[in-house]
């Protein structure tokens, strides 16, 4: 048995859990790594077009545990990269690429980040936010700082604002373009 390189244990509600699960089955299909990050250090992993997936459940002493484990031949070693998860614009403290915690968009807000999935260092982001009403609201803000896009409507709550966020998240992949001619 081999070195354990990165280990990370967090706990998540059933709809961050599944953002995670999205975003790695977005970049499965999109055949970019996957990132995860924790505190210092920072996993991107390369996975190949042919794997084999394992899953084990398994229920002991009043707990119930699932194992999800991939495996492929990597004889350089290149498929798992572990480094500083310090990146080109400060340091990442995200749990995973899904949630970064407590950033600070301006003096009147708070925000956390839930980042999407694009090539690394490019990387897009909703950010939830409390206003000068003090209302919940996400933003998509585009990897090169502009807004491209907002909730439109505040929320009574983070987890509402986050949550509406996450469906915007799981609803714009099948979304197509409609025209509108007058």
Known sequence: MGETLFELEHAYDRDELAAIFRE????LEAETPIE???????LTIDVPA???AELEGEHEDGRTE??????????????IRVTDAETEGGTEDAETTA??????TGADETSDRVETSESPGRRSRFEV???????WRWRLVHWNGNVIGDSGEGYASRSNAERAA?????NAPTARIERRDE
Do not use: K
């Open 24 to 27: 790695f089955a977005v970049a």
């Open 36 to 42: 995860l990050h924790s505190g210092e250090r920072r």
């Open 50 to 52: 042919d794997v084999v």
């Open 66 to 79: 699932l194992e999800f484990e991939l495996e492929w031949d990597d004889p350089d070693g290149t498929g």
């Open 99 to 104: 949630v970064d915690e407590s950033t600070s």
């Open 129 to 135: 936010y409390e206003d000068r009403a003090e209302e």
């Open 166 to 170: 996450r469906g915007v998240m799981r």
